[in-house]
């Protein structure tokens, strides 16, 4: 997250935001089992998102020059959540898959994380304001497209497909739900054809 560019001492950035992951670790050690998977993944991703939301707004809390320890602070919350959540994904995750699916659909779930890696450098070339409301803007959607997944604390592993189809409530699918998910649909291709 472009730590060297906060201002201030940038060997100091750098090295708190790396010893910023510690505290992230040690609160997913301590809280996933005490309030579920899918509550600390979620909050984790909203407020790193917020954190880092909140940075964009460094103008109204910092010097001319835009230099201010809230930014660091800012910053900081953001990569222990961030760093969270990430150690969250695996344990999450391979809850969710089938033995079935879990080798390969790990495999797949870290080989996207390495493209995201990869990506956000280039990313941070964007500009302060653009970097921080990407990574914002993408923890934030993360935060609340997790919710809508299940649950998994308590429950035993699905061995198949058809387990994972079954023992997970997805909600129940009836004719009303896929009507109203068609018209979503058919509104939103519209919108986007006469845009």
Do not use: W
């Not at 954190?51 to 201010?68: E, I, M, T």
């Not at 797949?108 to 280039?122: K, Q």
């Not at 994972?164 to 018209?183: I, Q, Y």
């Amino acid at each position: 997250m472009s730590s060297g560019n906060l201002g201030k001492n940038m060997y100091l950035n750098v090295a708190l935001s790396g010893l910023s992951e510690m505290p992230g670790y040690i609160l997913c050690i301590a809280l996933i089992d005490r309030v579920g998977r899918k509550r600390f993944f979620s909050g984790s991703f909203l407020l790193g998102g917020a954190a880092c939301v909140a940075l964009l707004l460094r103008p109204f809390y910092s010097g001319s020059d835009g230099d201010s320890s809230l930014v660091v602070y800012f910053a900081m919350a953001g990569k222990l959540c961030i760093s969270a959540a990430f150690n969250t994904a695996y344990i999450y995750s391979s809850e969710l898959l089938p033995t079935v699916l879990r080798n390969s659909g790990l495999g797949v779930f870290s080989a996207a994380a390495r493209v995201g890696g990869i990506v956000a450098p280039i990313a941070s070339t964007m500009g302060f304001n653009k970097t921080y409301s990407l990574f914002g803007g993408a923890a934030l959607i993360s935060g609340f497209l997790v919710l809508q997944l299940p649950e998994t604390i308590g429950k035993p592993l699905p061995e198949t497909i058809d387990e994972v189809e079954n023992h997970f409530d997805f909600g129940e699918v009836t004719k009303e739900s896929v009507s109203a998910m068609e018209e979503r649909l058919s509104m939103y291709n519209q919108n986007s054809d006469s845009v």
